[in-house]
């Protein structure tokens, strides 16, 4: 069997619960479900962002890291696949999925595969995906999958299992197709090896030296 695959979620829920929260659960479970049937193991970490609200605020003023942001942010650069998610709030992702982003470090997510995904109200916001997520996302050099995943209020209720009136597929059939093309793209790939930077340190009479 394959090493396990680490699958880090996303979420950029504001309240609890949340639809934000309930779309990234249905994403990382077929997500999950498409690794399983190739064989794959997968390691999932869910990242509520909203936790970790101050924190990150902090080290945007500070530039340092609490030991808690710090593990979430190594366990997002250590991932073999990322599932984000935000809600949309004035046609664009929220100022805390932005700043979890700002934080990490330029280049950290560079290949990696993602899927990106987020709720509003209405279906009118759906191309905030488009505009604003897949640019950030591609900005930072991630691989983001063809399919992105919206969901709105609608789309969680009575009419779920049925297409929307413009022939848009129903939600669920959305979120199997975004996590077939998430995993496979995982599954392609050997796990990631992340260089730990204090596996080979300096010795300090070499620092003094100047022979770095």
Request: charged share 20%.
């Amino acid at each position: 069997m394959s090493a396990p695959r680490r699958l880090v979620v996303v979420s950029a829920g504001m309240s609890q619960p949340s639809s934000t929260r309930l779309l990234a659960d249905r994403l990382t479970e077929a997500t999950v479900a498409a690794l399983t049937s190739r064989s794959v193991p997968v390691e999932v970490t869910v990242v509520e962002l909203r936790e970790h609200a101050h924190d990150l605020t902090n080290m945007l003023l500070t530039g340092f890291a609490t030991p808690e942001l710090q593990r979430v942010l190594d366990a997002t650069v250590a991932a073999d696949g990322i599932v984000a998610v935000t809600p949309v709030y004035s046609g664009s992702y929220t100022g805390l999925f932005k700043t979890f982003f700002d934080v990490i470090d330029d280049g950290a997510l560079a290949g990696v595969p993602t899927l990106i995904a987020a709720t509003a109200g209405t279906p009118r916001h759906s191309l905030a995906l488009e505009h604003a997520v897949r640019p950030l996302l591609s900005y930072l050099r991630a691989v983001t999958v063809p399919t992105a995943v919206f969901g709105a209020t609608e789309d969680f209720g009575a009419t779920a299992g049925r297409a929307a009136s413009d022939g848009t597929p129903p939600l669920a059939a959305r979120v199997d197709r975004a996590a077939e093309e998430l995993a496979g793209l995982v599954a392609a790939r050997e796990p990631r090896q992340v260089a730990d930077p204090f596996a080979d340190p300096t010795p300090f009479d070499q620092l003094l030296r100047g022979d770095t």
